[in-house]
């Protein structure tokens, strides 16, 4: 890829997201938001998240032989109970990883 090019493109996708942002502070105190669109708008993080986790989960290849190659689908079983017992972001989080890093380099010989 061309330095150009690369650099070109990198401008013009940092002007339109500082655009995007700008606009919406210029305009914040200007508009009304209701009460509803409020409600609506906290139940944007909820819906992002899965749209984050599921492809990493459902669309990568595997590579663990005893799972079939699903073992991102077992930690996030795993993981879903971890964080169902302990109610804790943190735990989860460190569970979820050290438990993925343990079946995918330590367990995957089995």
Not at 9 to 14: D, Y
Request: charged share 10%; aromatic share 12%.
């Amino acid at each position: 890829m061309d330095a150009s090019y690369f650099w070109t493109i990198i401008i013009f996708l940092a002007l339109g997201t500082f655009s995007i942002r700008i606009s919406v502070i210029a305009i914040s105190g200007r508009i009304q938001i209701s009460d509803r669109a409020k409600e609506l708008f906290s139940y944007i993080p909820a819906a992002i998240l899965p749209a984050f986790i599921a492809p990493a989960v459902f669309f990568h290849q595997g590579q663990v032989n005893w799972l079939q190659g699903k073992e991102r689908l077992f930690v996030l079983i795993l993981t879903v109970l971890v964080s169902l017992k302990t109610r804790s972001t943190v735990v989860t989080i460190i569970f979820g990883l050290v438990a993925l890093y343990a079946i995918v380099h330590l367990g995957g010989g089995l």
